[in-house]
């Protein structure tokens, strides 16, 4: 298996440790100011991709790309969970910029899968805001569908897959793949929500988006507990581990109550202030009624809730 130019891997590895460290600083969804910023080699400052292109490389790389993008449209509200960019062999659908594969910009893309160069694929959750995949890899070229098939693999593969074997190695992306491709729900699942919710929570408005999660009403396991937003509540920390347990409940009508074996139970502030303080006070819902949850999941919900206490 040939190697990419020693020049190209050197930016894509300084790339890739760069974006690592910004995904551990700032979580696994980046707002585009931040990826905007680049990254340092020598003391030279690279960019990680271009707001306007889809298929990015500095110009100081010579003969592959370093990333690709794409983008979720302004004044798209609510989250379309696009399945339509999915090959049949479980890669994301690429498109080539244009139909021409011979295009400047295919051409380099090509070449990454000849070469199999990792690449970053930064996929747009919501407009603005991007979770990166990276190691990325071209695993085919679909002239009669235009597109590029893409596939995710682990990043401490990147400095060892030249002994790998070749099968082991696709099977491997196959599954990191399937694994990137949840995740990237769950991530976009989260961000919907609590935007719909004005990144506070549900029950008591606390505002850190750090300490809030976009909570299931109906469990992901449920066939219908789909990750759309008006099956989801955002909820901090506690009032989301307290609405898991069934230690919290919320009638459909959005009032919040709690198990009995809680309310008999005297403690400190915590219990006091932080949950039963909330008894009988109603959630706070998104202003746009088709963000709000589903009435028939809260009354699910809310059975389950009621069973166990
Ligand atoms: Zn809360």
């Given at each position: ?14 790339a ?72 049949s ?6 498109k ?7 295009a ?13 160069a ?10 603005g ?113 307290a ?49 709000r ?13 009621r069973?166990?206490?």
């Amino acid at each position: 298996m040939p190697t990419p130019s020693d020049n190209d891997q050197a930016i894509r590895l300084a790339a890739f440790n760069a974006l690592q460290a910004l995904v551990e600083r700032h979580g696994e969804v980046l707002p585009w100011e931040i990826i905007a910023d680049g990254f340092q080699l020598h003391g030279e400052q690279h960019l990680f991709a271009n707001r306007t292109r889809g298929i990015f490389w500095p110009r100081q790389m010579q003969e592959t790309a370093l990333s690709i993008k794409t983008t979720v449209p302004r004044g798209t509200r609510v989250a379309r969970y696009d399945d339509d960019n999915i090959a049949s062999d479980g890669a994301f659908l690429y498109k080539f910029q244009g139909t021409d594969v011979e295009a400047r910009d295919n051409r380099r893309l090509v070449r990454a899968q000849q070469l199999d160069a990792p690449l970053i694929y930064l996929y747009g959750i919501e407009p603005g805001f991007y979770r990166p995949l990276w190691p990325v890899y071209i695993s085919d070229v679909d002239l009669a569908s235009h597109s590029f098939h893409v596939t995710v693999s682990e990043p401490e593969t990147v400095k060892q897959r030249f002994v790998a074997d070749a099968k082991l190695l696709s099977l491997e992306r196959r599954y990191t793949t399937v694994q990137a491709k949840k995740r990237l729900h769950q991530a976009a699942f989260r961000q919907h929500v609590l935007n719909a919710y004005e990144r506070r929570c549900a029950v008591c408005a606390f505002p850190r988006i750090e300490l809030l999660d976009g909570a299931h009403i109906l469990p992901d396991r449920d066939e219908r507990g789909h990750a759309e937003v008006p099956n989801g509540l955002a909820l901090c920390r506690l009032h989301h581990g307290a609405f898991d347990t069934n230690l919290m409940g919320i009638r459909p009508d959005g009032v919040i109550e709690l198990a009995p074996s809680l309310l008999a139970t005297q403690d400190g502030p915590t219990l006091e202030h932080a949950l039963k303080g909330f008894v009988g006070k109603t959630l706070h819902l998104p202003r746009a009624k088709e963000l709000r949850p589903k009435k028939l999941y809260l009354e699910e919900r809310y059975e389950r809730f009621r069973k166990v206490g």
